[in-house]
């Protein structure tokens, strides 16, 4: 079993940034893939980056590329996000899985935290 915890979201205006980690705790020793997903109201699930925890390749949704930097330099993964914009608001989930390659599809994913709540406003 496999246990992940969010934190760092908060109320920001327009233009600024925050930083959410994810903390792994339970059977972490054979997770490959660890991913970033936001959901806001009415809307679906996105996957917006992914890392993997060997060699550290990352992928990037569009709405996010150049934006948010995903990394984890050693347990804990982060998510830095600068230029938030109103569209950013959402709550962000952390999820991890143990497949070999994994993408952006939330299918992809076995394990995921509670999530943590992003507010963007100007």
């Known amino acids: 079993q496999v246990e992940l915890v969010e934190s760092g979201g908060g109320s920001v205006q327009t233009g600024g940034s925050l930083r959410l980690s994810c903390s792994p705790s339970?059977?972490?020793?054979?997770?490959?893939?660890m991913g970033w997903f936001r959901q806001a109201p009415g809307k679906e699930r996105e996957g917006i980056a992914r890392i993997y925890r060997r060699g550290g390749s990352t992928t990037y949704a569009d709405s996010v590329k150049g934006r948010f930097i995903v990394s984890q330099p050693e347990h804990t993964l982060f998510l830095q996000m600068n230029s938030l914009k109103s569209e950013d608001t959402a709550m962000y989930y952390c999820?991890?899985?143990?497949?070999?390659?994994?993408?952006?599809?939330?299918?992809?994913?076995?394990?995921w935290g509670q999530g943590t709540q992003v507010t963007v406003s100007s």
């Open positions: 339970g059977n972490t020793y054979d997770i490959y893939c």
């Open positions: 999820a991890a899985d143990r497949r070999l390659n994994c993408s952006l599809r939330p299918g992809d994913f076995a394990y």
